[in-house]
Each structure stands twice: as C-alpha cells, then as structure tokens.
C-alpha cells in the first residue's frame, strides 16, 4: 500500500496539537492530525466545569514548574495570552474574567473547540480521529508511520501533541514519553499534580463529618529539599481529603513523607480575636465564638478535636492560643492523592534541555517537535497549562 505523504504528521487533536495544525496549514503545509479521541479537544471541552479557564491574564515564567521554567519564556512572549484573548474576540466569544485573573468563556467551551477546528478546517488540515498511532518511525530525514485503521503515512515532521497521563478515562497514556525515549530524550520523573490530597484512616475519620465545608486558606508545602510555596485560594474538605484550588495548587509542590501546613483564617489575628469576644462576653460558647472566624462546623470540629470546650471565661490564654495555633497553623501530611485519575496535569515529562524553545524541535532529532502537555514544563491551576499549549503549539507551527 502506497503511504500517503504529508508535511507535518501532529498526533494529538487536543489545545496544543490543534494550535500547531493551524499555524503550519496557514504556512501552507499539508497536515494530518490523528486522535484516538471521537471528537477533537476533549479536555477542552470538560475543563472549568464546562466553561473552559482558557488562559490567565498574568502568565508568565514564574507560573511554571520544571528542571527550567524559563524555558518556557520565549514560546509565551511570542504568543501570549492577549495573542490568544484576540482570537477569542475574533471568533465573538464572550468571556469573563474570574479570581487572579482567569479568563473563562461565558457560554461554553464548546465554542474554544469549535473556533479551533473551524481554523484547522479553514487552514486545510486534516483530522482522522478515532485514530491512533500503530507504528512509527525515522524514514531517512522525515518520518513514516502505520496508523491504527492501516493507513501508512509519511512526514518531514513529527509532532508529539499527546499529552500526558492525567485524566486516564480519556485515553490518556505515556505514548509521548515512550517515543521521546526512543529517540534519545530524556524525561523525567512524572507525577500527577493540580490533584486533591488523601490522609490516613485516623485523620479521614475526624475530618469526613466536614465533607463539603469550604474556607478560605494559605497553603503552603513544609520541604528543606526544594522550593517552598504558599497559595492563597479555597481548600475544600471532602469524603477522601482535602481538595479546592489551594489543595490542587499546592498539591504540584508537595512530595510523598512531607507535609503541609495550612492558614484557615489567613491574615486574622484568631488570638487576638478570640480574647476580645472573652472580655466582651465571657459566658459565649468557644465554638461559637471561633464561628465568627471559620464556618460553624469547621470551629465545632477544631475545638472539640483539641478538647477545648466551655464557656469562653473558662478558657485559659494559653489553650486559646493553642487554638489560635491550631486555626492558622494546621500542619497535617497527606499520605497520597488521589492519582491520575482525578490530576487535571501531569507534573514533569520530556526534559526542556534536549529542546529548541524557538521551535519546540528536538535539538538531537530534526523534526520531531514536541509540544503541550508532553513537556517538562507545568502550569499552576488557572488557565497557566492551557496558555503554554497555546504558545508551544503556536511556536512548532513557525517551524515544523
């Protein structure tokens, strides 16, 4: 069977791989994307409860993590969140800015999806989807490919769009490392991250009657070995752990025997607080009192789990400070989380030393491309990890 030739072979219809196809169709090349999926975009389409956080205000560098985030610094400045804000109002989708400055669409992000293919169509790629990759291969300077429906292809490039190994249900798998091996890269160590935490039996059992409290805190991860962080957002307590937007964040930070420590009243003198309501009505409930500080069944939970109870002009200085204490300096270890399964991300992936970040080409391997996801390189929650598919699908389509 004679292999059908094309300029670039993308595998992966998701944000990165869809943006690659654009840019290089719009240079004129002819390219083929292939997806296991049977509809392109899938995790666009489920992320931000259906509304898509497509990219932040505030990107930078410094949102990132990897061996080397600045890696990521040239990609992003050459296409930026306002390089994409602007394809978004091209395409008339309204949108909304949320918290620390998250853009989401005000309808659905169906439309993210659909102003994407309608750019690919209008580029002239061409999408198989439902197809993945059998086998592939160098074929003297360009590659050659087997696809799973029999189809054989040829390419002078190849770009690894498949993402990594977050959200398995999807199909989500380590092909993309395994090929990046192959051909000589390295990878690191890959974990999942922006994923909620989980604790042994004893604590889980104090803490399940709170499953569905939310409050405000600053989160921060407890190492001596690597950078330490502090996230302010909601933590949310559940039937499994702890998860919200300060668990996710943190979550990428935090690393198997450490701990955490967490601020549940965050920039509140609770101490101080909690003697003004004794001197002002000594005969008030503690619990009721630190209910003025935290969600009721939060501070019914924190006093008794410290056996402080009683009226408040029962209550030493020393135990209130104790609570106080145990309020804005909770230090708990989380024995695991809850894995892949639930990870919005995959934390580390194809090392950024073996890489162009002009063109995200493999500096060992001309024209293998890699992109998104598949990187070492690894946003914060908040539009961080949609912005670097943007940018790094955007910069291999100049070039591959």
Known sequence: MKAEPYDVLIVGAGAAGMMCAIEAGRRGRRVLVVDHAAKPGEKIRISGGGRCNFTNTGTTAANFLGENPRFATSA??????????????????????????????????????????????????????????????????????????????????????????????????????????????????????????????????????????????????????????????????????????????????WREGEAITLAMAPDRDVYGELKVAKEANGKQAVHTALSQILPRRLAESIAARHEVAGKLAEIGDKRLKSLAEAVNRWTVKPVGSEGYRTAEVTLGGVATEGLDQQTMQANSVPGLFLIGEVVDITGWLGGYNFQWAWSSGWAAGQAC
Not at 94 to 104: C, N, S, V
Not at 111 to 131: H, N, P
Not at 179 to 197: D, N
Request: hydrophobic letters at 45%; charged letters at 20%.
């Open 76 to 253: 992003l400045k050459r296409f930026s969140q306002r390089d994409f804000i602007a394809m978004v109002d091209r395409a008339g989708i309204a949108w909304h800015e949320k918290t620390l400055g998250q853009l989401f669409c005000d309808d659905s992000a169906k439309q993210i999806v659909r102003m994407l293919s309608d750019a690919m169509r209008a580029a002239g790629v061409t999408l198989k989807l439902g197809t993945g990759v059998a086998e592939v291969d160098r074929a003297g300077e360009g590659w050659s490919a087997t696809l799973s429906d029999g189809v054989r292809v040829t390419a002078a490039s190849l770009v690894v769009a498949s993402g990594g190994k977050s959200i398995p249900k999807m199909g989500a798998t380590g092909w993309g490392y395994d090929l990046a091996r192959r051909h000589g890269l390295r990878v690191t160590e890959t974990r999942p991250a922006l994923v909620p935490l989980t604790f042994e039996a004893g604590l889980l059992e104090q803490l399940s009657p709170l499953a569905g409290v939310a409050v405000d805190v600053a989160a921060t991860n407890v190492t001596t070995e690597r950078e330490r962080a502090t996230f302010r957002e909601a933590m949310l307590f559940t039937h499994r752990g702890l998860s919200g937007p300060a668990i996710l964040q943190i979550s990428s930070y």
